[in-house]
T-cell receptor, first 112, second 114 residues
Framework: TQLLEQSPQFLSIQEGENLTVYCNSS?????LQWYRQEPGEGPVLLVT?????EVKKLKRLTFQFGDARKDSSLHITAAQPGDTGLYLC????????????FGTGTRLKVLA | EAGVAQSPRYKIIEKRQSVAFWCNPI?????LYWYQQILGQGPKLLIQ????????DSQLPKDRFSAERLKGVDSTLKIQPAKLEDSAVYLC????????????FGPGTRLTVT
């Protein structure tokens, strides 16, 4: 099984701080998605990146896909308590059909 | 647009008992996924359907888990017999086909095996 390792595993910060979550693999992916999951709910898509080196911004969130399409990062500026949740990356690879592998997850808690 | 529906939301069973989960995907989504998520971890793919055919079940413990997708729409996942380590949230998701399409997840079924 190909693994997507996320770091850090846990993160507790104060409101207003900045943070970066990393998603790393030794495999190349066709695309990379970031999801956020809240307790008792399924993951919800935040962004999809497709091109190596691609950077996408979603308000205070900045997503980057590595040049080699093996890794990605999520940067949150001025974190807010509403950003609290489990952040998951998911890589898509083609093997007859497109298959997704989810990362190990980063649990973020933003304190007011 | 209606989301992915799952039932039941919660289930408590004893080990060696059987359990079944149901999923109704978003209309028109050809791809359906079943994931197992241990508390605090990322989801692990159990089985992926394209219409009513299986495209990946490499991580499905086939000695106890089975799944089917009737007429390419609804799906059921069954565990028989359950073990303590099967305690987890079982997530169903659906999507259009392709590498960039969003997976829409249901709320999941939390299974506790005692």
């Amino acid at each position: 099984t190909q693994l997507l390792e996320q770091s850090p595993q846990f993160l507790s910060i104060q409101e207003g701080e900045n943070l970066t979550v990393y998603c790393n693999s030794s495999s190349v992916f066709s695309s990379l998605q970031w999801y956020r999951q809240e307790p008792g709910e399924g993951p919800v898509l935040l962004v999809t990146v497709v091109t190596g080196g691609e950077v996408k911004k979603l308000k205070r969130l900045t997503f980057q896909f590595g040049d080699a399409r093996k890794d990605s990062s999520l940067h949150i500026t001025a974190a807010q308590p509403g950003d609290t949740g489990l952040y998951l990356c998911a890589g898509a690879r083609f093997s007859g059909t497109y298959k997704y592998i989810f990362g190990t997850g980063t649990r973020l808690k933003v304190l007011a | 647009e209606a989301g992915v529906a799952q039932s039941p939301r919660y289930k408590i069973i004893e080990k060696r008992q059987s359990v079944a989960f149901w999923c109704n995907p978003i209309s028109g989504h050809a791809t359906l996924y079943w994931y197992q998520q241990i508390l605090g971890q990322g989801p692990k793919l159990l089985i992926q359907f394209q219409n009513n055919g299986v495209v990946d079940d490499s991580q499905l413990p086939k000695d106890r888990f089975s799944a089917e997708r009737l007429k390419g729409v609804d799906s059921t996942l069954k565990i028989q017999p359950a073990k303590l380590e099967d305690s987890a949230v079982y997530l169903c998701a659906s999507s259009l086909a392709g590498p960039s399409y969003e997976q829409y997840f249901g709320p999941g079924t939390r299974l506790t095996v005692t």
